[in-house]
């Protein structure tokens, strides 16, 4: 009886167990499809301003306005990254 219940108690745990790396597998899931979106959209904006400058699309005067957005949107992945190699260190840290 007591190992019956032993293995009911370890059974219970591990379903619990699992239902956490489930979730914490959905979680991550929906974390990439976001940042994909949050790097792509930026990144998109910055490879159509340098190209317009490189290609002479972009005339004299919007030359300051478009390298301003190019820098604008480079810090702001910059700091994407940062943020996903911050939270990859803490993750690595708990295992």
């Known amino acids: 009886k007591n190992l019956e219940s032993k293995v009911l108690k370890r059974t219970y745990e591990l379903e619990q167990l699992a239902s956490e790396l489930r979730d914490a597998s959905e979680a991550k899931s929906r974390f990439l499809a976001n940042i994909s979106h949050e790097i792509r959209t930026p990144m998109t904006s910055i490879i159509g301003y340098a190209d317009g400058i490189m290609?002479?699309?972009i005339k004299?005067?919007?030359?300051n306005h478009a390298i301003s957005v190019i820098l604008q949107n480079s810090r702001h992945v910059l700091g994407l990254i940062n943020d996903i190699l911050d939270m990859s260190?803490?993750?690595?840290?708990?295992l």
Do not use: Q, V
């Open 60 to 63: 004299p005067h919007e030359r």
């Open 89 to 94: 260190k803490i993750e690595a840290s708990r």
């Open 55 to 57: 290609l002479g699309d």
